[in-house]
Nanobody
Framework: QLQASGGGSVQTGDSLTLSCAASGRTGRTSSNNGMGWFRQAPGKEREFVGGISWNGGSTGYADSVKGRFTISRDRAKNTVRLQMNSLKPEDTAVYYC?????????????????WGRGTQVTVSS
């Protein structure tokens, strides 16, 4: 299973770090797969935030977060982190981590097979 944590309520310009831990069978398989972060704001569809390949060698981000968010992973610990800087009110959403079906981390949610419970991020102005 996947467990995301680290959400909270912050002010514009603040930083937060989200973590996602994979355990059990998901943990055993996730180390060879890409992992991604998605988010869903109220009334909006879930959208890709960023992803990292199986070995951490490749990352990709949505244009809306590029330059502000950074993804990293620790394969030995089956964890992936999302460092979020310069947060904006439009970053407010429930954030989800997911395991890709592939070694890379695509931008489409159908490319992911396992999803964790989300963690709420609220950014106030």
């Amino acid at each position: 299973q996947l467990q995301a944590s680290g959400g909270g309520s912050v002010q514009t310009g603040d930083s937060l770090t989200l973590s996602c831990a994979a355990s059990g069978r998901t943990g055993r398989t996730s180390s060879n797969n890409g992992m991604g972060w998605f988010r869903q704001a109220p009334g909006k569809e879930r959208e890709f935030v960023g992803g990292i390949s199986w070995n951490g060698g490749s990352t990709g981000y949505a244009d809306s977060v590029k330059g502000r968010f950074t993804i990293s992973r620790d394969r030995a610990k089956n964890t992936v982190r999302l460092q979020m800087n310069s947060l904006k009110p439009e970053d407010t959403a429930v954030y989800y981590c997911a395991v890709s079906r592939y070694a890379y981390a695509g931008k489409n949610d159908y490319e992911y097979t396992s999803w964790g419970r989300g963690t709420q991020v609220t950014v106030s102005s």
